[in-house]
């Protein structure tokens, strides 16, 4: 192998989202009158909008709402998400730093993300222009959201590498067992609304990007 890719997930990976997802998906469950607990909340972190909104439905004895009703709630959701973080918008720390040395080490970067693509979009110009990602996959550029694989995949077709070239870099367990499912090492970032249990099915588990290197991340592709 002479290139390499790494594909990040962009909430709680690359941004420090959890707060603002979680206070967003409360102000939906009191739109609903379905309070949204912190239980609840962890427990769906990181899928896609819409099988969160049938559990939280379900787990009420609701009636699941129908297609329209649930995007609609997505979108309401989404919202209100943007406009938490953009109050503040917090960068995990290392993150440039990190990027910076995979650019300067020619790995190819990509993000590889459940979150729909206006969301995306405007996290990445929160991170900064200067960081350009050589392939950009959302949860609308495929068929089936994490646990499945087909978001990383996605990506490492996009960077015309094989999946054994690659290495994701994730904070959810959904997104480890879609790496691992696309036959992809995995890198989870402990966190905030995240423990080092919940995460154990990693290959490396660290709590900070800056301990994350160009070499360190090979040698998990070489494992």
Same mark, same amino acid.
């Given at each position: 192998?002479?290139? *390499?890719?790494?594909?990040?997930? =962009?909430?709680?990976?690359?941004?420090?989202?959890?707060?603002?997802?979680?206070?967003?998906? /409360? #102000?939906?469950?009191?739109?609903?009158?379905?309070?949204?607990?912190?239980?609840? *909340?962890?427990?769906?972190?990181?899928?896609?909008?819409?099988?969160?909104?049938?559990?939280?439905?379900?787990?009420?004895?609701? %009636?699941?709402?129908?297609?329209?009703?649930?995007?609609?709630?997505? $979108?309401?959701?989404?919202?209100?998400?943007?406009?938490?973080?953009?109050?503040? *918008?917090?960068? /995990?720390?290392?993150? !440039?730093? =990190?990027?910076?040395?995979?650019? $300067?080490?020619?790995?190819?970067?990509?993000?590889?993300?459940? %979150?729909?693509?206006?969301?995306?979009?405007? /996290?990445?110009?929160?991170?900064?222009?200067? !960081?350009?990602?050589?392939?950009?996959?959302?949860?609308?550029?495929? #068929?089936?959201?994490?646990?499945?694989?087909?978001?990383?995949?996605?990506?490492?077709?996009?960077?015309?590498?094989?999946?054994?070239?690659?290495?994701?870099?994730?904070?959810?367990?959904?997104?480890?067992? %879609?790496?691992?499912?696309?036959?992809m090492h995995c890198v989870a970032l402990c966190s905030a609304g995240h423990t080092r249990e919940e995460l154990a099915a990693a290959d490396l588990i660290v709590h900070h990007l800056d301990?994350?290197?160009?070499?360190?991340?090979?040698?998990?592709?070489?494992?």
């Amino acid at each position: 192998m002479d290139q *390499f890719g790494a594909i990040f997930d =962009l909430d709680g990976t690359l941004v420090d989202s959890c707060t603002c997802h979680e206070r967003a998906w /409360m #102000a939906v469950g009191d739109s609903v009158g379905i309070p949204v607990t912190r239980e609840f *909340f962890l427990r769906f972190f990181g899928r896609p909008n819409t099988p969160i909104i049938e559990a939280l439905f379900g787990e009420a004895g609701r %009636a699941t709402p129908d297609a329209p009703t649930i995007a609609r709630l997505a $979108d309401q959701k989404e919202s209100i998400f943007r406009t938490l973080l953009g109050g503040t *918008f917090p960068i /995990m720390p290392g993150t !440039h730093q =990190l990027l910076d040395a995979l650019h $300067d080490d020619d790995w190819l970067v990509a993000i590889g993300s459940s %979150a729909p693509p206006v969301n995306v979009d405007f /996290m990445l110009r929160g991170i900064a222009p200067r !960081h350009a990602f050589d392939a950009i996959v959302t949860g609308d550029c495929v #068929a089936k959201g994490k646990p499945h694989p087909d978001v990383f995949l996605e990506a490492a077709s996009r960077l015309e590498l094989a999946p054994n070239e690659c290495v994701v870099i994730e904070d959810a367990l959904p997104g480890i067992e %879609a790496a691992h499912r696309a036959g992809m090492h995995c890198v989870a970032l402990c966190s905030a609304g995240h423990t080092r249990e919940e995460l154990a099915a990693a290959d490396l588990i660290v709590h900070h990007l800056d301990e994350l290197s160009p070499s360190r991340l090979q040698s998990l592709i070489y494992l």
